[in-house]
C-alpha cells in the first residue's frame, strides 16, 4: 500500500510562510487532503482533492501538487497555526485510507 | 454539520473484547460512510476501517483484520465498531469521521474515545 513522506517538523516566525511537503509514490495520480490536529482536539480538515478550501479555512491555507509531492502552503504564519499537519490519499489498489507520518508546526 | 460522538472507551484487558459507538446527530447518518481512524499516544493518524452509507461495502486496515468488525444501525443513527483479541499496540484514541463517499476527504470528526489495553 502507499506511504507518504512528511517531514517531522517544521519551525517558521510569524509572518512568513510555511511550506509542509508529503512525498509518496503514485501521488500525481491521487487526491490528497491536508487535517491540521491542534493539541488535544481531533483533526480538521483543511485542504481537500489536492488544492480545495473548505468554508471557515483562511485563504492564507492553500494545496498544490507537482510529481510525486504535494505541499500544503500557509501564508502569514500566526501563532494559533501550531498543530499537527497530516496529508491523507485513498489508495484504490488496495482499499486502504492512508495518513502521512505528520508534520508538527511551530511558530516562533 | 451535525455532531459525531464517540463513546465505548476504557481500559481493557489484552484478549478482551470491546465496543466503540459512534452516534450521529443534527444530519442524516444514513447518507454518510463512517470511518474509524486511531491515535496511539504521542503518535500521527493511523485508518482503521469503513463502512459504506448502506453497510454494503466494508473495509479494514490490514493490523485489525480478522479481529475488528465495523457495523450500522442506521435507525439508531450510530455506527459500531467491535474490537476483539485486543492487543497492547491497540491503545489509542479512536475517532470516527464521516464522508460523503468512501473515497472521499473526512469532512467530519468527533472528538474521539480512548481505549487502552492494559492487565
Known amino acids: 500500500s502507499s506511504v507518504l513522506t512528511q517531514p517531522p517538523s517544521l519551525s517558521v516566525a510569524p509572518g512568513k510562510t510555511a511550506r509542509i511537503t508529503c512525498g509518496g509514490n503514485n501521488i500525481g495520480s491521487r487526491s490528497v487532503h491536508w487535517y491540521h490536529q491542534k493539541s488535544g482536539q481531533a483533526p480538521v480538515l483543511v485542504i481537500f482533492?489536492?488544492?480545495d478550501r473548505p468554508s471557515g479555512i483562511p485563504e492564507r491555507f492553500s494545496g498544490s501538487k507537482s510529481g510525486n509531492t504535494a505541499t500544503l502552503t500557509i501564508s502569514r504564519v500566526e501563532a494559533g497555526d501550531e498543530a499537527d499537519y497530516y496529508c491523507q490519499v485513498w489508495d484504490k489498489t488496495s482499499d486502504h485510507w492512508v495518513f502521512g507520518g505528520g508534520t508538527k508546526l511551530t511558530v516562533l | 454539520q451535525g455532531q459525531l460522538v464517540e463513546s465505548g472507551g476504557g481500559v481493557v484487558q489484552p484478549g478482551r473484547s470491546l465496543r466503540l459507538s459512534c452516534a450521529a446527530s443534527e444530519f442524516t447518518l444514513s447518507t454518510y460512510g463512517i470511518h474509524w481512524v486511531r491515535q496511539a499516544p504521542g503518535k500521527g493518524l493511523e485508518w482503521v476501517s469503513v463502512?459504506?452509507?448502506?453497510?454494503?461495502?466494508?473495509y479494514y486496515a490490514d493490523s485489525v483484520k480478522g479481529r475488528f468488525t465495523i457495523s450500522r444501525d442506521n435507525s439508531k443513527h450510530t455506527v459500531y465498531l467491535q474490537m476483539t483479541s485486543l492487543r497492547r499496540e491497540d491503545t489509542a484514541v479512536y475517532y470516527c469521521?464521516?464522508?460523503?463517499?468512501?473515497?472521499?476527504?473526512?469532512?467530519?470528526w468527533g472528538r474521539g474515545t480512548l481505549v487502552t489495553v492494559s492487565s
Open positions: 469521521a464521516r464522508v460523503q463517499r468512501m473515497t472521499a476527504y473526512f469532512e467530519h
Open positions: 463502512i459504506s452509507y448502506d453497510g454494503s461495502n466494508r
Open positions: 482533492y489536492d488544492t
